[in-house]
């Protein structure tokens, strides 16, 4: 399994980049590969400010629908508009191509206290 160092990471599988005070996130190679084959993305709330550990939309796979939660508070700005025709770019490349959402970070000591890849290892067995 792939587990990025420069990436933050949190208990609900989410990896997060921040770049200024734009963080962008998706489901890390572990969650992908727990869901099995992802059919569909769901992302309604493009726009909306919402708090850390909200829900901001879910991912259907064969096997399961599971709710996809803010790692950050803040504004999502933008929502990975390829994921409505290729799904799956969640399971081939969730480090890139299969990013779900980029937030406007509303306060960026968040960002510090969330996981770095040796404490998310850790945490899922690895």
């Avoid at 390829?82 to 968040?110: C, F, H, Q, R, T």
Wanted: no cysteine; proline share 3%; net charge negative.
């Amino acid at each position: 399994m792939n587990f990025p160092a420069d990436l933050k990471y949190t208990k609900d599988h989410e990896w997060i980049k921040l770049d200024g005070d734009i963080a962008t996130v998706g489901i890390t190679d572990f969650a992908q590969g727990e869901l099995g084959d992802v059919v569909f993305v769901e992302i309604e709330t493009e726009g909306e400010s919402l708090d850390s550990e909200e829900t901001f939309g879910t991912v259907e796979a064969v096997k399961t629908v599971s709710d996809l939660y803010m790692p950050l508070t803040g504004e999502i700005v933008e929502v990975n508009g390829g994921l409505e025709d290729a799904p799956d770019s969640v399971n081939s490349d969730p480090y890139g191509a299969g990013w779900m959402i980029k937030i406007k970070v509303a306060d960026s000591s968040e960002f510090d206290a969330l996981m770095d890849v040796d404490a998310y290892k850790a945490s899922i067995g690895q």
